[in-house]
């Protein structure tokens, strides 16, 4: 069969990869290709501070709910197309159906469909982006937001304690703490050593809560010296990174840590994923008490508002997004 042939695009709209697969394509449309990498494996949990990702075995949420969350999330991906296409996301926006982080007509695409959508607080929500189909979806996003939120605190207070710092110290500095979901959908991929299905970077958030579908190929890898790392599922686990914002006010003791998403010729993946974060109005920079002779301030002050922006307005292009918080970057490694 002959390559299959791509119509324009506008920038932020992407034809649907589920749709590209249906046509069976024997190679893959120009605007996915990538360079190949090497794939070790990697099965343990990781601590904050050697990998900036570990895995939640005991994490308090019902296993049930997991489970309802992975059906609604799988089921909208499902949905015809035009239903899908009723909830779109704008050019430069991060919220909708579609793929963000598109800002050229030549830039490399990745093989993901995504859906995504502002949770707290309230205002950042955009109710005529929740769909109406499957009938359940809107109630069981609520109640596992409300869990995932709840495990980000308790989270962040166990770093906090980690660090000698007040456990309260992150929930009291995030206010009304920022939080979205994000559903991601990988079809199998023709060529998969050729295409990614999410570009590296690393997120902008404090923590970001990942759950990985059950039954999903193995797609989540980290850049650890070097080396991509796939991480492999634990049973009932949610796997938890360190974001940008932790990076800089632990002043680089818990970096972020560069991440993708790769593909698979035979098999799909489902991933849901919560980003839990500042409000926006919250001055960010390293915390005092982590600042010495031995750790002088590797990043300056900002809005966490300024930032955020920022990341949203820029492709994923590895860490570079963390550039803006630096100062003197030059002097220190990443």
């Known amino acids: 069969m002959a390559p299959i042939r791509l119509s324009p695009i506008s920038v ?42 570990f895995q939640v075995i005991n994490h308090g949420i019902d296993l049930d709910l997991l489970e309802s969350i992975e059906k ?28 963000a982080f598109v800002f050229s007509e030549d830039q490399k695409l990745d093989w993901c469909n995504m859906f995504a959508l502002g949770v707290e607080p309230h205002f950042i929500r955009m109710p005529k982006l929740w769909p109406k189909k499957p009938l359940n979806f809107s109630e069981t996003v609520e109640e596992y937001s409300r869990e995932t939120r709840r495990l980000c605190q308790k989270l962040l207070s166990f770093i906090a304690m980690s660090l000698d710092l007040n456990k309260d110290t ?5 206010r009304v703490a920022v939080q979205a979901v994000r559903m991601n959908y990988y079809p199998p991929c023709p060529r998969p050593d050729l295409v990614l299905g999410l570009s590296p ?7 970001t809560v990942l759950q990985q579908g059950k039954g999903s190929s193995v ?23 360190i974001g940008d914002t932790i990076e800089v006010l632990t002043n680089g003791r818990y970096k972020s840590v560069e991440h993708r998403a790769v593909t698979h010729k035979d098999k799909d993946r489902l991933s849901i994923v919560t980003f839990y974060a500042p409000s926006y109005e919250v001055e960010l920079g390293p915390i005092p008490q982590l600042v010495n002779e031995n750790s002088p301030c590797k ?11 920022y990341y949203v307005t820029n492709k994923l292009q590895g860490k570079k997004t963390l550039e803006f918080a630096k100062i003197q970057a030059q002097n220190y490694s990443s």
């Open 170 to 174: 992150f929930e009291n500095m995030f």
């Open 12 to 53: 932020g709209h992407i034809d649907d990869v589920q749709e590209i697969r249906k046509a069976k394509p024997t190679s893959i449309p120009k605007r996915f290709v990538r360079n190949r990498a090497e794939r070790p494996s990697l099965s343990t949990i990781m601590s904050c501070d050697e990998w900036g990702f």
């Open 219 to 241: 797609g989540l890898q980290i850049l650890k010296d070097n080396t991509w790392v796939p991480v492999q599922p634990v049973p009932n686990a949610l796997v938890i990174n």
């Open 72 to 99: 609604v999330a799988t089921d909208f991906f499902m949905l015809p197309l035009e239903e899908k296409q009723k909830y779109p996301m704008a050019p430069g926006t991060v919220q909708g159906y579609g793929q």
């Open 299 to 309: 990043y300056r002050r900002y809005s966490h508002g300024e930032y955020s922006k």
């Open 201 to 207: 970077h690393s997120d902008g958030s404090a923590l």
